[in-house]
DNA sequence: ATGAAAGCGCTAACAT
DNA sequence: ATGTTAGCGCTTTCAT
């Protein structure tokens, strides 16, 4: 078992100094060809690779990102990592993951992990109990120490760094409008509690979508879930729920959920109501998931594109990382939602 | 902006060495009383926290995990990341997550970047591409610099690194065992080709719970599935292939699938044949997924406890990197299946 | 009780 | 062309 060699070793071995053999492998012109040579055939021979941790404390930086979410067995989630993945590979960047799930103080004690020297930046999505705690001054106190945070998704607006959203809001009301263009007269929504900012701004859209088709707006046709506590029990409340929405309005001829789970369910408790889908009502989900497509039938969503925002996300951050330029001014990037058509509507 | 405060700091606004501080610090009881709680006072007024990377270099450890995965968007690999991350964490270890996206290249690109220092070890499945060239150098020289490795579910048998699999043969022996029992005379396979080796195991699960049932085994009702591209139009080539397996077996009752979506896309083709599922026709697939859940009808599956996996990986990895003592010695962990019941079965 | 010095592995300014 | 030195932030052994 040959450990790792280091510059030391090969100084000793070829009889010259540490910053000698450092000069030669970098092709310092300092440095005679003879030796130059000499030291990198060496140091191919036994395979040389600088030590990145040596690196970074001579550098101060490391060349790693820190990305916190909420939650990763989310089809969602998982996207957003690998577009962050992809483009920070490309730029010689690595991703360290940590997961709040949902949990203020594991999304605090995960940012204080890393943010002690390990990374150079963060990227992350707020967990649902900060948001509803509002309590943002682990964001704060990472900012203020110099450490650059770009947020995605789950975002707060008076924060100084950079943000990635999808346009909730329009991707809502685009959802909508199509149902109305099918034809449909009475449209259900099901979303999720307003403190989930993403919840509120897709309940604004359809909203306006209802608003400005001048029909009147009907509070019996919107049901507010508290998904708060997500086990698995949970989904049986969620069905009897939904069972209401229906019993509530049984001329509902459309539904928009605000993600794919809901959407789902709610077309299994159409079809046990004996209603045919979408002859007798459309269904629109808002998601990133797999579930959609293979469902029966295919249901029609609103794409998020996930990895893009991943992307979008690192490469705001690495831009930041490299050009120290940009200070005190931030960017909010808006991504494009796009309507996919299935089977669940006409 | 408040830059992280060092030792230095600390030292220098106390007039006292960085030596006394670290000390006090770290509660020496060399240190008098007094200046104990001076300092400790003052690093806790500047929120002293000590660098990692400096930590790491000095301790030659790093307390963070590489995994390297072929898909992240994949509910099974999700799932067990979340299971590595939980573990790590309560040891106090950080994951960096590595994607191969099932390319050989980027396998060896990846574990090179990290294993130049960044990583105490790895967590790893096996992309596909490097299953079907067969080479393992890159695992090999990694171990050989000191470097250990846990393998789970991918995994390479003769390779000196502990390995958690699931047991594929065990698990789907009792799969179609099942299905035997609730009656299937004639049952399919939709399987993957054998380089795979969780594909090869289950299809010898099928082919022994068959023969053992003293039925003779039919060519015609195991389908292969080339599936080393995952593109989107592959799902239709998937379809009519599997069309064309009910074409050729017109009495075939019971259906055992590899994963969730061959099992998904072939109750589709059986329904488009008017077959009734359970009634006409029963399903099983061997996965971890999201959609069996809530497939219409819900499938019934062998689950593979995904994060239970990642925790047990986890475990050995940490075990080994502790406890220097069992060396040469690898352990082999089996994870069991379960067998999940829900609707495509009686 | 306190401090100086060495060392983890590397780079770079500054001698020689 | 080569080497010495200092320093990144920290711990620890060895003086004082």
């Known amino acids: 078992m040959k450990r790792k060699i280091t510059l030391k070793q090969i100084a000793k071995e070829l009889d010259v100094s540490i910053s000698t053999v450092s000069k030669a492998l970098r092709n310092s012109i300092e440095i005679s060809e003879d030796t130059r040579e000499k030291v990198q055939a060496f140091a191919k021979l036994y395979n040389y690779r600088p030590n990145n941790i040596a690196l970074s404390l001579k550098n101060r930086k490391t060349k790693t990102i820190g990305v916190i979410i909420p939650e990763i067995v989310h089809h969602f989630f998982s996207k957003v990592i690998k577009g962050i993945e992809l483009l920070a590979n490309t730029k010689g960047y690595n991703v360290i993951v940590g997961l709040s799930n949902e949990s203020f103080d594991k999304e605090v004690l995960n940012m204080e992990m890393l943010a002690n020297g390990s990374i150079d930046g963060f990227i992350l999505s707020i967990s649902k109990e900060t948001l509803m705690k509002q309590d943002y001054h682990h964001f704060n106190e990472t900012i203020n120490q110099g450490m650059?945070?770009?947020?995605f998704d789950r975002v707060i607006n008076d924060l100084?760094?950079?943000?990635v959203i999808v346009d909730d809001y329009?991707?809502?009301?685009?959802?909508?409008?199509?149902?109305?263009?099918?034809g449909c007269k009475s449209i259900g929504l099901i979303t999720t509690m307003d403190y989930v900012s993403v919840g509120r701004l897709r309940t604004q859209g359809y909203i306006s979508a209802i608003e400005n088709q001048g029909a009147e707006l009907n509070a019996e046709l919107i049901l507010k879930i508290d998904d708060s506590n997500t086990s698995e029990e949970q989904i049986d409340i969620l069905e009897s729920q939904i069972e209401q929405l229906f019993e509530n309005n049984k001329n509902m001829d459309g539904v928009f959920a605000v993600n794919e789970l809901y959407a789902l369910i709610a077309m299994k408790v159409a079809r046990k109501r004996g209603l045919k889908i979408p002859e007798d009502i459309q269904f629109i989900g808002f998601t990133d998931g797999?579930?959609?497509?293979?469902?029966?039938?295919s249901l029609t969503t609103v794409s998020q594109h996930a990895q893009a925002m991943g992307e979008k996300a690192a490469s705001l951050l690495i831009n930041r990382l490299e050009n120290e330029?940009?200070?005190?001014?931030?960017?909010?990037?808006?991504?494009e939602t796009d309507l996919i058509e299935r089977n669940s509507t006409k």
């Open 160 to 163: 100084n760094c950079d943000k």
């Open 148 to 151: 650059p945070i770009v947020m």
């Open 170 to 182: 329009e991707g809502s009301t685009k959802a909508v409008n199509f149902l109305i263009d099918k």
């Open 325 to 335: 330029e940009d200070e005190e001014h931030f960017e909010k990037v808006i991504i």
């Open 290 to 297: 797999v579930l959609s497509k293979h469902a029966t039938p």
